[in-house]
């Protein structure tokens, strides 16, 4: 056990320098074990690490966007929990998206099929579920106007990081 704890702590530091070799652009999606057997004559399919693995194959700008919509859908999470009329489906998201990022801790639910495909899919419904509840706040700046701040940011980031990758 511990010696597959060692392997798992080696394989993080491996994704870290893959990374820090491929900065902005990654290794590309699914290059990572590719890029793990050129460098280290071993092949490692992917990092065991969600955040890690995103940063390795899409690079700087993928992983930032990963965090941004991380970060976009916790608010979404917490602003949901404080509305008491809107939240009947808001228990099972609850229980299934924080299951999604703790796996991914020590592993990548994205990257099996089995669990990838389910992770799509509370991720899809999520999106869908929190579409109908109008999140927003003002800006003084920009003359009192109300400016959705989930709409359709996070999938700008998405596509715009997908053109240039």
Not at 18 to 43: D, L, M, T
């Amino acid at each position: 056990m511990i010696q597959e704890g060692q392997k798992r702590l080696d394989i993080w530091k491996n994704a870290y320098i893959i990374w820090k070799s491929h900065p902005y652009f990654g290794v590309a999606p699914i290059g990572f074990g590719q890029e793990y057997a050129i460098q280290y004559n071993h092949f490692i399919a992917h990092a065991h690490n969600l955040l890690l693995g995103i940063f390795a194959e899409y690079g700087t700008l993928g992983g930032l966007a990963f965090i941004t919509l991380v970060s976009i859908n916790f608010v979404k999470c917490i602003h949901l929990f404080f509305l008491r009329n809107q939240k009947c489906f808001f228990n099972s998201f609850l229980l299934g998206l924080p299951i999604i990022l703790f796996t991914g801790v020590f592993d990548e639910p994205v990257f099996s099929p089995q669990i990838g495909f389910l992770t799509v899919i509370l991720l899809g419904c999520w999106d869908r579920y929190t579409k109908r509840i109008q999140f927003s706040f003002q800006i003084p700046a920009i003359q009192s106007k109300f400016i959705s701040i989930y709409g359709s940011t996070a999938r700008l980031v998405v596509s715009s990081y997908m053109i240039y990758h």
